[in-house]
């Protein structure tokens, strides 16, 4: 499929993301006639946002018949899924097909940050080759990942293949060690200013 690309700007970092995305809806009437107004744009929005108290986000289409996609979006550290919510909105109008999910990272002591409790996704050691291999609770947060894809499969039966995972920073490591780790192939991994955690298991 042809390849699209997106320039999204958040308000509340004012940084600039180019994102890839090789989802095209095959639906063949992919307009969607039931707006709702969202606050972030001032203007009609064909999703609808939803919050859970454990801090996922998911932003889905208005007409929940019409998703033939999904990305799910990982937060860098400190950060919270609230940190993207306006990137999945902006998204969201430009491709009314695909439901975004954005979970957030339990909160934990960092040991690089002086154990400072903050949203985390696993422990970080250090900036070091050896400390990028000590990763305590990455295996807890791959599961939360596995379970979202999971879950969207067998609630809506939406195949693997359309499926993406992107995060930033250390979600962007998330995603790339979940992603790299699947059974079943997804349709991508976007890495934003991320790396492989525990490299060395996968030589």
Same mark, same amino acid.
């Given at each position: ?8 700007? $958040?308000?509340?970092?004012? #940084? ?11 639906? #063949?009437?992919?307009?969607?006639? +039931?707006?709702?107004?969202? +606050?972030?744009? =001032?203007?009609?929005?064909?999703? @609808? ?8 986000? @998911? ?36 491709? *009314? ?8 990272? *339990? ?11 903050? *949203? ?19 295996? @807890?947060?791959? @599961? ?5 894809? #999971?879950?969207?499969?067998?609630? $809506? ?13 250390? =979600? ?11 059974? $079943? #192939? ?18």
């Amino acid at each position: 499929s042809k390849s699209l690309f997106h320039r999204i700007t $958040s308000r509340r970092s004012s #940084k600039i993301f180019v994102l890839p995305f090789l989802f095209q809806n095959n639906l #063949k009437h992919p307009f969607v006639s +039931s707006y709702e107004y969202n +606050s972030f744009s =001032g203007r009609m929005a064909p999703f @609808t946002t939803q919050r859970s108290s454990n801090g996922l986000i @998911t932003v889905s289409p208005k007409q929940e018949s019409q998703q033939s996609g999904l990305v799910v979006i990982c937060h860098g550290l400190g950060d919270t899924a609230e940190g993207f919510v306006d990137v999945a909105e902006n998204l969201a109008t430009q491709m *009314p097909h695909i439901k975004f999910i954005l979970p957030t990272a *339990p909160t934990q002591p960092v040991t690089m940050n002086m154990g400072y409790p903050m *949203p985390s996704w696993y422990d970080i050691t250090g900036l070091d080759e050896r400390s990028n291999e000590n990763c305590k609770g990455i295996d @807890t947060s791959q @599961t939360t990942v596995q379970e979202i894809l #999971k879950k969207e499969h067998t609630e $809506s039966g939406l195949n693997y293949d359309r499926m993406v995972l992107a995060g930033f920073s250390q =979600g962007g490591a998330l995603s790339l060690f979940t992603g790299m780790q699947l059974e $079943s #192939k997804i349709a991508g991994i976007v890495v934003m200013s991320g790396y492989l955690p525990a490299a060395k298991q996968f030589k």
